[in-house]
């Protein structure tokens, strides 16, 4: 057989193969057997590269990373989902339908709603195109080179039971499995990183990635469940579409059941609430959908969300458990955070031992002591919390806890500002203080100090060794050399990253130094206003600060009081003589937007306001958050309002996004 056939045939059985596992759930040869087909077909397409194409099995890993992020806009917006918290708003849900439908019975679609990332993926004539993300429902980004690194995901289907409409836009969730994430933690543990809070956002992280070789490690599974826009095939139903989906090679739901009427979604949603825990995958829901087009149609879409479709929300996973101790954690801001320390349960699929108590007023509010049996709840993927005590097991010889008077690292009095319900400890020389600083600015949204992390910065807060962040700039290798886990190779490691992150831009340094209410988004307006000049940010006075586009009256009170304090300014000069260099941004001023003054109002479509700020600083020009006789121009996106009216009245000139857009690039 000449080679062209070999490989056509080995392709079709390959992905024979994987039809048999992902969508029928039936393979019929071993993991081993399918590894050598896979490794037939590669090594004929490397002898053969002339055949290579971007479908086959093998190319699902692209070379190289991608620069950045592209945007789709969605054919038809992804809409979001109504929710429903119990079994009365789902009768009341189905009675609203059967109303203005006026029929006397609905047939809806019950599926699993799972806890994942919902994507788009385009398929013309067969042939997987490009997917995105969901994005804001209009637009998102298109994550191609991510979605074809998913075993599950067909890049060509099948059709020979079922032709291939033209155009076929499919949505489902790509998520991890239970199983695999927990396994997937462990590697990080293993690797030195840290582990992902849960299931949702470690796939949110892998979908995230400019390289594919890092997604395609990650176990990601998808399934689907809508549809976008097909053109060149017409469905009666959801039922058909997804017997369609089946055939065509994606994998869909084994649970998805036709359910009629109120009374059917609530045994539906009741059924599988029991089954949750047992689910290879974590679900928050359930979700009704009608199943017939032609009734969806006619009852019609609000703004983000389709009238014909619900979401049955599961309560939150409740557990008792007993409180042993309440610890003071001392934050880089020095706010006395207390923690319960619990015995150990298994709730919600993750076991908790913690769970934050916030403030002396939750604790009084709600009684908390320890010793105590309290029920906990962990609803999604939040921190767990303490919904209430059961006085009735409470030990007799009990009695309520205060956060202590006195700072129980440096031992300095605890203050509680006024308006505040946080204690405070206000030596800013206290050690946990000054490890948490400067755990903040060697963190990856700082100066991503590799290596540089909690244990050892404790180490050395404790031998004297830091005591600010500038000190780290002056650690020698003899320094670290003999710390726990540390040698010759890796603390030469450690020195090289801190001599590496050196050179930073203005907005990673800045936020690196925990002003309070300054995160990344706010810190890069900073360096977009103070053109990456340090000097011109600590002279910087309340006024120019409440006029920065984004930044409002407690960030701008919170860097003034920063600045008043001499000490601050003394470490960010000893940072600058220890060599930290402050990138500039490589301005090319352009015609059209050198020197001038710009407001953006209303909201952008096609870009962000970030970006957009951004693209007009680079090219010279500045935006400014309100509308005066200086204003050269008035970017207006959808719904703006106030500011578009004034901006006429001066008679300043307008641009619409189009406008905007064709200027910049
Ligand atoms: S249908 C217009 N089906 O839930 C209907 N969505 O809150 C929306 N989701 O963004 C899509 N499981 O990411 C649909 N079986 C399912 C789902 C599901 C999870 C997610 C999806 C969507 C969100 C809506």
Redesign the pocket.
Known sequence: MNPDKQIAKLRKTINDHNYRYYVLNNPIISDGEYDVLFRKLESLEKNNPEHINPNSPTQRVGSAPIAAFKTVKHNIP????ENAMGSIELIAFNKRLTKILDIKSIEYVA????D???VELVYSNGSFVYGST?GDGVIGEDITHNLKTIPSVPLKLRNKELSIPSTLEV?G?VFIPKKAFSILNKQQKINGKSPFANPRNAAAGSLRQLDPQITSQRPLSIIF??AGLIEGKKFDDHLSFLNALRTWGFPT?PLVENVINSSGMINYHKKLEQKRNSLPYEIDGT?F?INNYELRKKIGTRSR??RW?I?GKFKAQQITTTINNIEIQVGRTGALTPVAKLEPVFVGGVTVSNASLHNQDEIKRKDIRIGDTVLIERAGDVIPKIVKVIKEKRPKNSSPFFIPEFCPVCQEKTYKPENESIFRCGNISCSEQIKGRIEHFASKGAMNIDGLGGKIINQLVEKGILDSISSIFLLKKKDIIGLEKFGEKSAENLINAIEQSKTTTFSKFIYGLGIRSVGEHIAKLFEIEFACDINDFINTNIDRMEHINGVGPIVAKEVIAFWANKENKTIINQCLNSGVSIKKHNIINNDFFSGKIFVLTGSLQQINRKEAQEKIYTLGGKTTSSVSKNTDYIIAGSKAGSKLKKATELNIAILNETQFLELIN
């Open positions: 992804m809409l979001s989902l599926e699993p709603k799972l994942g990332l919902g969901r949505r969730e469940y809508e739901n979700v959908k969300s389709p479709a979401a």
